[in-house]
């Protein structure tokens, strides 16, 4: 994962944060630090869901390892202006066990988790993407825990 080239003006303070704390945490002598504190952050979150209002840089290190984000689709919308929350939300995938606590945070903090999912999104996204790179970006869809279906919180169809 490398950071993303161009990083629009509403999420860079954000984004910036997300970076330090991935960083801070990417310990060679302490392999385990990140994985354990994004661990913490969502039992935190599950517990919590309130806390982490005002820091997207941690709802997104919180959903670290529970969403996936279909890059390819989110390219091609224009994230230099701030996508409206259907257009992020079109380009995620929950895992199952975790669609009440996303759909909550859905209702009760929208802007924050769209932001979150932003950041999750450029933090994934090579530094130069091409036509060709997008293309052939691969997509593992080999974990059973993940629905090829978009989330979305009107539904439950798109259990994992």
């Not at 859905?106 to 060709?132: C, F, R």
Request: charged content about 30%.
């Amino acid at each position: 994962m490398s950071k993303a080239g161009s990083i629009p003006a509403y999420l860079s303070n954000d984004y910036d944060m997300l970076m330090e704390n991935i960083e801070s945490y990417s310990d060679p002598l302490a392999p385990d630090s990140l994985e354990t504190y994004v661990k913490g952050l969502l039992r935190q979150l599950e517990s919590e869901p309130a806390f982490i209002t005002d820091m997207p840089d941690q709802l997104a290190l919180s959903l670290l390892n529970i969403v996936k984000i279909d890059s390819k689709k989110l390219n091609l919308a224009d994230i230099d202006s701030e996508p409206e929350w259907d257009v992020v939300r079109s380009s995620v995938s929950v895992h199952g066990k975790y669609r009440g606590l996303v759909a909550e945070l859905s209702e009760s903090v929208e802007q924050q988790l769209k932001i979150a999912i932003l950041l999750l999104h450029l933090y994934h996204t090579p530094a130069q993407i091409d036509d060709e790179s997008i293309e052939d970006a691969p997509i593992d869809n080999d974990d059973e825990s993940y629905d090829d279906a978009p989330y979305d919180s009107d539904e439950d169809t798109n259990d994992y």
